[in-house]
C-alpha cells in the first residue's frame, strides 16, 4: 500500500472477504449484524447514527476479538523485510512534496488520490476549509486530530456512504516521509464520518447494511498496531506513480506493497466520488455506490 495508515487497512479487508471457514475466523457479517437488530434490538425511526454505532460497537466487541486474531498475524508477517537494506532507499525516489508544492495551487490544492483495494485521498498540507460540508462527523478517537487542525492527512473509504479521517504525524527522511512515532491502536487516531447525501434509515436494510459493514470495517482495526514505517514515492518505467513501504534502516517491506493500487494526483476534489464512489463491499464483492470517477492528474 502507497501511505501508512493505509498499511493498516487492505490485510483486514482481504480477510473480512474470505469465507470464515477458510480464514479461520468467526462468521461475522453486515447481513448477521441486521439479523441482530431486527431480532434483538429494534433501532426506533428516528435513532441517531452515532448512537447506534456506539452501541453496535459494544455489542460486537467479542466478536471483533475473535477476528482481529487472525488479522493481527498477517499484519505481523507482512512487516517482515523482503531484502537487505537499500543505500538510496531515501534519495532514490521522487520529493513528492515538492513536487506538489510546484503545482499550480500548491499544496492547498493538490492532493494524492489512490485507487484500488483502499480507496483513499491524501493531502501533504493544510486540509481545504468546506471539504467536509456534505458529511457528519460520527465519532472520533481519543488522539485523533481534525482535518481543520492537521498539517496533512488522508481519508479512507470503509463504507459506500462512510469514510475514515487520519492526520498525518510523519517526518522526512531524505525523500521518505517516515512516521515519528508507532501506532499503538489504529482507532485512536481515526475520525469516522457519514455522507449526509444518503440520510441513515434504521427502517432500511441496505441502510443497516452500509452502516453495519463500516462499523465492522472500522472496529476491525481496532487491535492493530504498527512500527515506524516509511514510504517512499517513484516513478515506474511507464511513469506512472508508485508507492513503496520501507523499514527506517532502509530494508523493504515488499508485502505491504500493492501493485494493483493506482496512484494519480488531483487538483480537484469530491470525496464522496472519489472515494464512496470507488468503493466495493468485501462482503457482497458488489459496488454500493456508483459508478468510479474519472481523476485528471496534471502532474
Known amino acids: 500500500m502507497h501511505r501508512i495508515f493505509d498499511s493498516l487497512l487492505p490485510l483486514a479487508f482481504a480477510l473480512a472477504a474470505v469465507p470464515a471457514s477458510a480464514s479461520g475466523m468467526p462468521d461475522i457479517s453486515p447481513l448477521d449484524t441486521r439479523g441482530y437488530i431486527r431480532e434483538e434490538a429494534a433501532v426506533p425511526q428516528h435513532f441517531p447514527v452515532a448512537e447506534f454505532w456506539q452501541i453496535m460497537q459494544e455489542e460486537l466487541a467479542g466478536e471483533m476479538q475473535e477476528v482481529l486474531e487472525p488479522v493481527k498475524r498477517e ?27 510546484s503545482l499550480p495551487g500548491g499544496l492547498a490544492d493538490n492532493a494524492v488520490l489512490t485507487l484500488g483495494e483502499v480507496s483513499s485521498l491524501e493531502f501533504f498540507g493544510p486540509i481545504p476549509a468546506g471539504i467536509l460540508a456534505d458529511w ?21 473509504a470503509i463504507g459506500p456512504h462512510h469514510l475514515l479521517f487520519m492526520a498525518d504525524d510523519e517526518t522526512k527522511t531524505g525523500k521518505a516521509r517516515c512516521m515519528k512515532n508507532p501506532i499503538e491502536k489504529a482507532t485512536d487516531h481515526v475520525t469516522v464520518y457519514r455522507y449526509s447525501g444518503t440520510p441513515f434509515d434504521p427502517g432500511s436494510d441496505a441502510s443497516l447494511e452500509a452502516e453495519a459493514e463500516a462499523i465492522v470495517m472500522h472496529s476491525m482495526m481496532g487491535g492493530l498496531s504498527s512500527p515506524i514505517i516509511c514510504s517512499v514515492f517513484r516513478r515506474d518505467a511507464e511513469g506512472r506513480l508508485v508507492s513503496l513501504a520501507y523499514m ?36 457482497t464483492d458488489e459496488d454500493l455506490s456508483g459508478p468510479p470517477e474519472v481523476a485528471r492528474d496534471p502532474s
Not at 75 to 101: I, M, R
Not at 142 to 156: R, T
Not at 269 to 283: G, I, M, P
Request: proline share 6%; aromatic share 8%.
Open 75 to 101: 499484519f505481523s508477517a507482512a512487516l517482515v523485510p523482503t531484502g537487505e537494506a537499500e543505500a538510496d532507499w531515501n534519495t532514490n525516489s521522487l520529493d513528492l512534496t515538492g513536487h506538489l508544492q
Open 136 to 156: 457528519d462527523f460520527v465519532q472520533s478517537g481519543p488522539k485523533a486530530v481534525s482535518p481543520s487542525e492537521a498539517d496533512g492527512g488522508i481519508f479512507v
Open 248 to 283: 527506517p534502516d532502509g530494508r523493504p517491506l515488499g508485502l505491504m506493497d500493492d501493485d494493483g493500487d493506482r496512484l494519480q494526483i488531483v487538483s480537484e476534489v469530491d470525496l464522496y466520488e472519489q472515494l464512496n464512489a470507488n468503493y466495493t463491499s468485501v462482503f
